[in-house]
């Protein structure tokens, strides 16, 4: 039972404090599995973000994997739950209250100061487990033409996993 309440205080805070939406709550996330607690790997982390993209709906959703490897179903469940409230309860402040100071000075100077945070925990993170997911100069080389071809050309990211996938497939076969 201690490792649920454990898991529900861990994933309420993330859903509090993971300003910036699901990606904002992947370093958290990270911190809380891999770095705090050792409950997943860098690799099953990794896979847990993974399956968090490939579903539909919000990255948040690979705290239902997290809890599920952590405590099984209802380890999930309490992830679930927990991640979400915090966002839910939010959602329904704002929706009373926001519209009222949406253009204040206030708010829109703490908009600008979260964003530059968001950005560069982000990317903390995609480098941190980028490095073990890395294993050859031409992993390196397509990480870099992936990220050339979505920033400068917008090719839809379906295309970009599926040309990155045959890719890895055709220099594991052929090297």
Same mark, same amino acid.
């Given at each position: 039972?201690?490792?649920?309440?454990?898991?529900?205080?861990?994933?309420?805070?993330?859903?509090?404090?993971?300003?910036?939406?699901?990606?904002?709550?992947?370093?958290?996330? !990270?911190?809380?599995?891999?770095?705090?607690?050792?409950?997943?790997?860098?690799?099953?982390?990794?896979?847990?973000?993974?399956?968090?993209?490939?579903?539909?709906?919000?990255?948040?959703?690979?705290?239902?994997?997290?809890?599920?490897?952590?405590?099984?179903?209802?380890?999930?469940?309490?992830?679930? /739950?927990?991640?979400?409230?915090?966002?839910?309860?939010?959602?329904?402040?704002?929706?009373?209250?926001?519209?009222?100071?949406?253009?204040?000075?206030?708010?829109?100077?703490?908009? !600008?100061?979260? /964003?530059?945070?968001?950005?560069? /925990?982000?990317?903390?993170?995609?480098?941190?487990?980028?490095?073990?997911?890395? !294993?050859?100069?031409?992993?390196?080389?397509?990480?870099?033409?992936?990220?050339?071809l979505a920033l400068k050309k917008r090719l839809n990211y379906g295309f970009l996993i599926l040309g990155s996938m045959?890719?890895?497939?055709?220099?594991?076969?052929?090297?």
């Open positions: 039972m201690g490792i649920l309440w454990l898991l529900a205080f861990s994933f309420l805070k993330i859903g509090f404090f993971g300003f910036g939406g699901g990606f904002a709550m992947i370093p958290l996330m !990270h911190d809380l599995a891999v770095v705090q607690n050792q409950w997943l790997t860098n690799s099953q982390f990794s896979t847990a973000i993974a399956l968090g993209q490939v579903t539909p709906g919000p990255v948040a959703i690979s705290a239902t994997f997290i809890g599920y490897k952590v405590a099984g179903i209802m380890g999930a469940l309490v992830s679930t /739950l927990a991640i979400f409230l915090p966002s839910l309860a939010v959602m329904f402040l704002l929706d009373k209250f926001y519209l009222k100071i949406q253009n204040s000075q206030i708010t829109q100077s703490i908009m !600008h100061g979260m /964003l530059p945070i968001m950005v560069g /925990l982000i990317l903390s993170v995609s480098i941190s487990l980028g490095k073990p997911a890395v !294993h050859s100069i031409w992993q390196s080389v397509l990480i870099i033409v992936v990220m050339v045959v890719t890895g497939i055709l220099f594991t076969l052929y090297s």
